[in-house]
């Protein structure tokens, strides 16, 4: 099949499939006489894959890692079971995350005295002011990696 059956049967653009190529998450595919890309099954049941641990918003890192175990026809489930409950605790992180987020802008809100110029606006005012840094990111570079809100990385 071609590139664009496989994108059709996979509900994924054809964009995001070359990328997963270039990315090595997919295996390159071989090509016709008129040097187009031919895929098989086992693209589309590699794509369906990568596509599930994305809805999942796993890292590309985490992805190649759990395809890595898959591939060696004998995965340890307890490599598996760590991968993922490292990827719990990122989610985990980020929803403590979220709700401060949500509990800085309710404060915010709180400043808006209502109609008015915009110069004597309480959540312009606010906002002119340096920002708090956040403690997660303070964690994270004390930690030695970066992290950037609402992202998470762990394998690469």
Known sequence: MRIGEL??????????????????????????SS???????????R??????????????????AL???RDTGEPGCDQVDALIGAHL???EVRIRE?????????????Q??????????????????PAAPSPTTAQCSAAGHAHVPGTHRLYG
Not at 8 to 27: K, M, N, P, Q
Not at 36 to 45: N, P
Not at 48 to 56: A, D, E, N, P, Q
Not at 99 to 110: A, D, G, M, S, Y
């Open 98 to 110: 979220l709700n401060q987020l949500r509990e800085q802008l309710v404060t915010l809100r709180r």
């Open 35 to 45: 040097n187009y890309r031919r895929y098989d099954q086992s693209h589309v049941d």
């Open 47 to 64: 794509l369906v894959f990568v596509r599930h641990c994305r809805s999942l918003d796993m890292t590309l890192g985490e992805i190649r």
């Open 7 to 32: 994108a059709s049967r996979t509900d994924c653009a054809v964009e995001t499939i070359r990328y997963y190529e270039r990315e090595g998450l997919l295996s390159p595919a071989a090509r016709s």
């Open 112 to 129: 808006c005295q209502g109609e008015g110029a915009g110069d004597r606006c309480g959540i312009l005012r606010e906002l002119s002011q």
């Open 89 to 91: 605790h990122h989610v």
């Open 67 to 69: 395809l890595t175990l």
